[in-house]
């Protein structure tokens, strides 16, 4: 292989320019970060988007929250599921615009790297809720995000053989920073840096294949590990493969971080499940509009 190992600023170069976060991710960025920001603000994010709208009413009467009594308005969907959650379907909402593409490089088919973030953010916040509701939904967003890197490094994937035996055997995001100098990891970082997003998302989304190695802060550390077990979990659902597939390792002191055992992996596949096939729902409403 003849590829120069590269920095990340000249791999961005080769790619083009970093498109522009999404308006409406901006904006539910910023009420998330915003402690004034109001419910009332939230219900007319809402308001203007009927598939937004849906989406919220979809998630409240999923599996994943187990009402007896189904909820029928948004506004009713809005006070159960509070302000976290809104905010992160706001920003889960907007992400698909950015995700639901073809990804040839990754041998991802339209609407596959969505589905896989949707099911690595919603277990992540899973596996974190013991530790509070903050921490919860950082580790959403984290998820959601961890894979962003994909949409731009798959583009120098697409000339690449990775059938060939010197890409098996190995984890694919070790490949990728043997053969560029940087893994799609590093670049989706970068991408978040640059996006001003926090520094516990930007080291989670650095070191989600290698919790490890986050040792920036204690919280970033928390998110990284939650989002590499989840990650591994959702790919052994065969959601999000693609060519690098399960081609990655999963490090045990990951788990032994979060306190997660067998049963966690199968209480996880019970209850994010539904959560993916939600979303397909939401992508093919979101399409049928555009149609």
Same mark, same amino acid.
């Given at each position: 292989?003849?590829?120069?190992?590269?920095?990340?600023?000249?791999?961005?170069?080769?790619?083009?320019?970093?498109?522009?976060?999404?308006?409406?991710?901006?904006?539910?960025?910023?009420? %998330?970060?915003?402690?004034? /920001?109001?419910?009332?603000?939230?219900?007319?994010?809402?308001?203007?988007?009927?598939? *937004?709208?849906?989406? $919220?009413?979809?998630?409240?009467?999923?599996?994943?929250?187990?009402?007896?009594?189904?909820?029928? /308005?948004?506004?009713?969907?809005?006070?159960? *599921?509070?302000?976290?959650?809104?905010?992160?379907?706001?920003?889960?909402?907007?992400?698909?615009?950015?995700?639901?593409?073809? $990804?040839? &490089?990754?041998?991802?088919?339209?609407?596959?790297?969505?589905?896989?973030? $949707?099911?690595?953010?919603?277990?992540?916040?899973?596996?974190?809720?013991?530790?509070?509701?903050?921490?919860?939904?950082?580790?959403?967003?984290? &998820?959601?995000?961890?894979?962003?890197?994909?949409?731009?490094?798959?583009?120098?994937?697409?000339?690449?053989?990775?059938?060939?035996?010197?890409?098996?055997?190995?984890?694919?995001?070790?490949?990728?920073?043997?053969?560029? &100098?940087?893994?799609?990891?590093?670049? &989706?970082?970068?991408?978040?840096?640059?996006?001003?997003?926090?520094?516990?998302? %930007?080291?989670?989304?650095?070191?989600?294949?290698?919790? /490890?190695?986050?040792?920036?802060?204690?919280?970033? /550390?928390?998110?990284?590990?939650?989002?590499?077990?989840?990650?591994?979990?959702?790919?052994?659902?065969?959601?999000?493969?693609?060519?690098?597939?399960?081609?990655?390792?999963?490090?045990?002191?990951?788990?032994?971080?979060?306190?997660?055992?067998?049963?966690?992996?199968?209480?996880?596949?019970?209850? $994010?499940?539904? *959560?993916?096939?939600?979303?397909?729902?939401? %992508?093919?409403?979101?399409?049928?509009?555009?149609?």
């Amino acid at each position: 292989m003849a590829f120069e190992h590269k920095n990340v600023d000249e791999l961005l170069r080769r790619v083009g320019e970093l498109p522009p976060m999404p308006k409406v991710a901006e904006k539910g960025l910023a009420l %998330i970060q915003d402690p004034k /920001s109001s419910m009332a603000e939230l219900a007319d994010v809402l308001a203007l988007d009927e598939a *937004l709208a849906s989406l $919220v009413l979809r998630w409240v009467n999923s599996p994943y929250y187990g009402l007896i009594h189904p909820v029928a /308005s948004v506004r009713q969907a809005v006070v159960y *599921l509070g302000h976290n959650t809104i905010r992160s379907l706001i920003l889960a909402a907007s992400i698909a615009a950015y995700m639901d593409r073809a $990804v040839p &490089g990754y041998a991802l088919e339209r609407g596959e790297l969505w589905k896989h973030a $949707v099911g690595v953010a919603a277990g992540a916040r899973l596996a974190v809720v013991r530790f509070g509701p903050q921490v919860a939904e950082e580790a959403y967003h984290a &998820g959601l995000l961890c894979d962003i890197g994909k949409l731009a490094f798959e583009i120098l994937l697409r000339g690449i053989d990775t059938t060939r035996p010197e890409w098996r055997g190995r984890p694919f995001s070790e490949l990728e920073a043997e053969v560029f &100098g940087v893994d799609h990891a590093t670049l &989706g970082a970068e991408m978040a840096r640059r996006w001003h997003l926090p520094e516990p998302l %930007i080291e989670a989304i650095a070191c989600h294949h290698r919790p /490890s190695q986050s040792t920036l802060s204690e919280r970033g /550390s928390l998110l990284a590990a939650a989002v590499h077990v989840v990650d591994a979990a959702v790919m052994m659902m065969g959601v999000g493969l693609g060519r690098d597939g399960l081609q990655y390792a999963l490090d045990p002191l990951a788990c032994e971080r979060l306190g997660w055992t067998e049963a966690n992996f199968h209480d996880l596949v019970i209850r $994010v499940g539904p *959560l993916i096939a939600e979303a397909e729902a939401f %992508i093919q409403l979101r399409r049928s509009r555009q149609a």
